[in-house]
T-cell receptor
């Protein structure tokens, strides 16, 4: 079975802390994505990557950075967590780099609470 | 950016067909139409996608309007396990996905 694994299902952090959310896929996919999901706002794209060491800003990149040192791993970093970053974070991957046909595979999500 | 518009919620009876509409009037020629669904406490799951022609798979059918400004996801016989939030998404060649608000489907026994 194909799999996208997010490192933590639930995290609680304090304002100002640095937070790492890790995502690993075992499908040799080129594309990887980070979304956040909030009630009433749906899924919003934070960053995506279509190759190792490549990254592109999504719709809401402010306050976030990403790292893709290996093809299978895409990390989302909150340099200084704030309460408005409390959310569900979803990682996804897809096979076809840069093309519109690829099916997305999502992880189960990481629910982050910032106090 | 092209956006999609879906009804907030819909209801269906078990074992009856369900037609979930989506408007995407600003779709561009290279955007693919994808549908995903999300069960509680899970990440979204791929359902179906298409470009211009109608598509069928084991989960559902996708009917795309001739002008591509709207599409309809068809569940042929709804079951209780089909109760979920259904997202209509435009997938661009850049890989960027534009999510709509989703339709919450309730299936009544």
């Amino acid at each position: 079975d194909v799999k996208v694994t997010q490192s933590s299902r639930y995290l609680v952090k304090r304002t100002g802390e640095k937070v790492f959310l890790e995502c690993v896929q075992d499908m040799d996919h080129e594309n990887m994505f980070w979304y956040r999901q909030d009630p009433g706002l749906g899924l919003r794209l934070i960053y995506f990557s279509y190759d190792v060491k490549m990254k592109e800003k999504g719709d809401i990149p402010e306050g976030y950075s990403v790292s893709r040192e290996k093809k299978e791993r895409f990390s989302l970093i909150l340099e200084s967590a704030s309460t408005n970053q409390t959310s569900m974070y979803l990682c996804a991957s897809s096979l076809l780099g840069g093309l519109g046909t690829g099916e997305l595979f999502f992880g189960e999500g990481s629910r982050l609470t910032v106090l | 950016d092209a956006k999609t518009t879906q009804p907030n919620s819909m209801e269906s009876n078990e074992e009856e067909p369900v037609h979930l509409p989506c408007n995407h009037s600003t779709i561009s020629g290279t955007d693919y139409i994808h549908w995903y669904r999300q069960l509680p406490s899970q990440g979204p799951e791929y359902v179906i996608h298409g470009l211009t022609s109608n598509v069928n798979n084991r989960m559902a059918s996708l009917a795309i309007a001739e002008d591509r400004k709207s599409s309809t996801l068809i569940l042929h016989r709804a079951t209780l396990r089909d109760a979920a939030v259904y997202y209509c998404i435009l997938r661009r060649n850049t890989g960027k996905l534009i999510f709509g608000q989703g339709t919450t489907l309730q299936v009544k026994p």
